[in-house]
């Protein structure tokens, strides 16, 4: 937890300057963003973090793609590893034509919000969780 704690101090400034979406009214700023210690760090950096349940199959399918090839997901196997969802997912009809899929491709999280982040902003355990959240996010589209 520490680790973590750490690595999100580390990040807040890469936050700041990656969300382009003003920060959410104060009535809105207990809406979850995301999950759990993503959830809380969003939270804590006023809603920095965009909402990765709202993007779209073509961003999803772009961001899996970046995280697969920075090896930033476990090595697992089979249709529900991070490559056969990949496969999966990108061999739908027009899913690499879609929006967000170019900008995935680069990290670029879009969420639906207007909210965009880079993945490459971020580091350690928070990266990995962001395409662990990905991955399960492009699983909803298969």
């Given at each position: 937890m520490k680790t973590i704690l750490?690595?999100?101090l580390l990040v807040t400034p890469a936050l700041a300057v990656a969300q382009t979406a003003p920060a959410p009214a104060p009535a809105q700023a207990a809406t979850p963003r995301t999950g759990g210690l993503l959830g809380q760090a969003g939270s804590?950096?006023?809603?920095g973090l965009p909402q990765v349940g709202t993007?779209?199959?073509?961003?999803?399918a772009g961001l899996l793609g970046y995280c697969v090839k920075?090896?930033?997901?476990?090595?697992t196997g089979g249709q529900t590893g991070a490559a056969g969802v990949l496969g999966r997912l990108t061999g739908q009809k027009d899913v690499t034509t879609l929006p967000g899929y170019q900008a995935g491709q680069t990290g670029q999280v879009?969420?639906?919000?207007?909210q965009t982040l880079s993945?490459?902003?971020?580091r350690g355990q928070i990266k990995t969780q962001m395409?662990?959240?990905?991955?399960?996010?492009a699983r909803s589209f298969l």
């Open positions: 750490s690595a999100l804590l950096l006023g809603g993007i779209g199959a073509g961003n999803a920075n090896k930033l997901l476990g090595a879009q969420a639906a919000n207007g993945l490459d902003s971020l395409c662990n959240l990905v991955l399960n996010r």
